[in-house]
């Protein structure tokens, strides 16, 4: 191994530089400094984590808490879907496509119960306030809609193991994310909670027209996917935005 | 414990529904007094964390309220001037739903809810499906909710409201037993809830909190303008347009007046107890309620 000489010249040229050392009191500053905006960080994760945790925590209460008709509406959407993938036959993209965001648009109608029932001014001074009871009941209606597509989308392959997974998948993605965000961007402007009805009967007509019109059926066979990444990033726009809205509704809310 | 508001202030709009208020509440019972639309809502709903004031600040023990968010709700009983219910909720279902939300475990809130049910008197409604009940019981639902983390900042806004008498004797009882060591707000337009148990009174009018004392302060600063006088049926229309007329008692020789009057409004007109209810006169200029 040779050694390292360096070129004197380059030598002086470093020598003649000087370092600043800080002295005793700016080092200080520049810990203090330094340290109190670790923790912050620190603290900011772990409120998040446990805002979190508790939002999880709460969503099995509220799950107990749904009225008996958001199962039976779900019991009722899951066996058409298996009747006419199994009995029907009918085609398995569209029929998911029709299938995926129900579910959430069945669950509205617990979500935004609180508006509804006038408890909403009330739930925002519990300890677990009104933005974490909508999260938790958001996380329970997403879950559990995640569920019921990815079980439909087991069964399709059951029944057709020549279908494409990724088609499948996009089939029920698009509407799980976007229409369903959609959807509670209108239903969080209705008073009423007729909400989930009307919504359910609008998609009704909606994947009833879109079935009889080849065009838009040729349209959703042939989604490439550029544009379903395009829907989907829609969706979650959709969501974020949402989201951002739930979490400062205990000061903006409805005009309180 | 202490509550401070620091000219808290809300706007909606041009309107100041609440106007630099400025005060310190500490254990006891304080009685809002305000005719509707003073703003005793929109200040209640900032101490309840429902709203955020437009300026000012609210502090408890020297520490923002909301930046104490949770910490400061876990102490927080709020009954809301409107609310709603969960119709197809039983009392009971009702109940240990909105304990588990404050936070409390099952057991606790088992024995809290009986005790509670007892106390406003719908032990045997605890079956029942909230929307069967009537509005005097919902109420009473409300008030037992508010109470069920055993709160240490109770806030309840006309909380008498379709109660009958008897009702509201016994929630008044309630309160003053428990108010002994917590701070308890209670908004009204009824003089007769806060009358012996408040411990200050607070007086609002447009949105300002014009006064703040006990009930016996407020009623010696205007002894000198309650009057009694003796007057025929006749001359009763006179006196109503040209004074504050509060109780009238047909006797046998015409008709007592109760006047609120910086001057004496006749001749033979004295000066009689305050209660309450000229208070209200003296600030409201209205009828006074039960
Ligand atoms: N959300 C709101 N938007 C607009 N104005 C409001 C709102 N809440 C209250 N106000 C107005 O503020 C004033 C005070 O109302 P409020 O606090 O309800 O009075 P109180 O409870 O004493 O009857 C009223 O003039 C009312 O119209
Ligand atoms: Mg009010």
Same mark, same amino acid.
């Given at each position: ?13 470093? *020598? ?6 800080? *002295? ?38 509220? @799950?107990? @808490? ?16 298996? @009747?006419? &993938? ?18 959430? %648009? ?26 974490? %009871? ?35 998948? &996009? ?86 | 414990?202490?509550?401070?508001? #620091? ?49 000012? +600040? ?21 009954? !809301? ?95 003053? #037993?428990?108010?002994?060591? +917590? ?50 049926? +006749? ?37 009689? !107890? ?17």
């Amino acid at each position: 191994m040779k050694e390292i000489q360096i070129d004197p010249e380059i030598s002086e040229f470093l *020598n003649s530089y000087t370092i600043d050392y800080p *002295n005793e009191e700016e080092m200080e500053t520049s810990i203090e400094y330094i340290l109190s905006q670790v923790p912050q960080k620190k603290k900011r994760f772990a409120s998040f984590k446990t805002s979190a945790q508790t939002i999880i925590a709460n969503s099995l209460r509220e @799950m107990l @808490m749904f009225n008996w008709t958001f199962w039976a509406l779900n019991s009722v959407f899951l066996f058409f879907g298996i @009747m006419s &993938l199994t009995v029907f036959q009918t085609d398995p993209y569209l029929t998911l496509f029709a299938l995926a965001p129900m579910p959430f %648009i069945a669950g509205i109608f617990e979500i935004l119960k609180s508006q509804h029932a006038g408890l909403t001014e009330l739930e925002m001074t519990l300890k677990y306030n009104a933005h974490q %009871i909508v999260s938790s009941r958001l996380l329970v209606v997403g879950v559990f809609n995640l569920f019921i597509n990815a079980a439909i989308t087991a069964l399709c392959l059951q029944v057709d193991p020549g279908l494409i997974f990724s088609k499948l998948l &996009l089939s029920w993605t698009i509407p799980y994310v976007l229409v369903s965000g959609i959807a509670f961007l209108i239903a969080m402007s209705m008073k009423s909670n007729m909400v989930s009805s009307v919504l359910l009967t609008v998609w009704f007509v909606f994947c009833y027209v879109m079935i009889q019109t080849p065009v838009t059926q040729e349209f959703l066979m042939q989604l490439n996917g550029f544009k379903a990444a395009a829907f989907i990033m829609a969706g979650v726009i959709i969501w974020i935005v949402h989201i951002v809205k739930i979490k400062t509704f205990n000061i903006r809310s409805q005009g309180i | 414990m202490k509550l401070t508001l #620091e000219n808290v202030t809300k706007t909606f709009g041009d309107k100041r529904a609440v106007d630099g208020v400025s005060t310190e509440l500490t254990n006891g019972v304080y009685g809002f007094l305000g005719a509707n639309g003073s703003g005793k809502t929109t200040l209640m709903r900032m101490l309840a964390t429902v709203s955020t004031p437009t300026s000012g +600040r609210i502090t408890l023990n020297g520490n923002d309220i909301f930046q104490l968010g949770d910490s400061y709700r876990d102490l927080l009983g709020y009954l !809301p001037q409107h609310i709603g219910y969960y119709k197809h909720f039983t009392v009971e279902k009702f109940l240990f739903y909105i304990a588990s939300l404050k936070g409390m475990d099952k057991h606790g809130a088992k024995q809290r809810i009986t005790e509670l049910l007892d106390r406003v008197n719908l032990t045997e409604k605890t079956k029942v499906k909230i929307g069967k009940l009537s509005g005097g019981m919902k109420q009473r639902v409300g008030i037992a909710q508010a109470l069920l983390n055993d709160p240490k900042i109770l806030i309840v806004d006309e909380p008498t409201a379709g109660l009958d008498p008897k009702e509201r004797i016994r929630f008044r009882n309630l309160l003053s #037993e428990i108010a002994q060591d +917590r701070i308890v707000l209670l908004s009204t337009h009824i003089v007769s809830d806060i009358e012996y148990i408040a411990k200050e009174i607070l007086i609002m009018k447009n949105g300002r909190l014009i006064e703040k004392n006990t009930p016996q302060k407020l009623m010696e600063g205007i002894q000198q303008q309650v009057w009694k006088v003796q007057v025929n049926d +006749r001359e009763v229309a006179s006196y109503q347009s040209s004074y504050k007329v509060g109780n009238m008692v047909r006797g046998s020789n015409g008709v007592e007046l109760r006047i609120i009057s910086e001057r004496k409004p006749a001749g033979d007109a004295d000066h009689t !107890p305050v209660n309450l209810e000229d208070l209200y006169l003296y600030y409201f200029d209205k009828e006074a309620g039960a």
